[in-house]
């Protein structure tokens, strides 16, 4: 079992910037493409930006291409959501998910992702 711990929400004023975190249990952190994905009220959670295991090719959604940058740090089971030139509209609960499959592909939606977070809300005012 793992388990994902995510930090680094809170808010800030549109333009500005946020990076997010999220903590995984466990020693084969290594092997799982790492995801975001956020939910707004009201709305469905989305595909953010995920990062393979194999050669940290990464991938983001077109919402934050450009914006938003996912990177991992293996050594410390943890991986990072930078946020910049946030909008009110990037206003959601951002959670981090982790993909045990060890595939080449990169999983943007939610049934590809087997462990969540429990979410850090990010709240962008104008």
């Not at 045990?100 to 990010?122: P, S």
């Amino acid at each position: 079992q793992v388990q994902l711990v995510e930090s680094g929400g809170g808010l800030v004023q549109a333009g500005g910037s946020l990076r997010l975190s999220c903590v995984a249990s466990g020693r084969t952190f290594s092997t799982y493409t790492m995801g975001w994905f956020r939910q707004a009220p009201g709305k469905e959670r989305e595909f953010v930006a995920a990062i393979s295991w194999s050669n940290n090719r990464a991938f983001a959604a077109d919402s934050v291409k450009g914006r938003f940058t996912i990177s991992r740090d293996n050594a410390k089971n943890t991986v990072y959501l930078q946020m910049n030139g946030l909008k009110p509209e990037d206003t959601a609960v951002y959670f981090c998910a982790a993909d045990e499959a060890r595939t080449i592909v990169i999983g943007t939606t939610q049934l590809q992702y087997d462990y969540w977070g429990q979410g850090t809300q990010v709240t962008v005012y104008s």
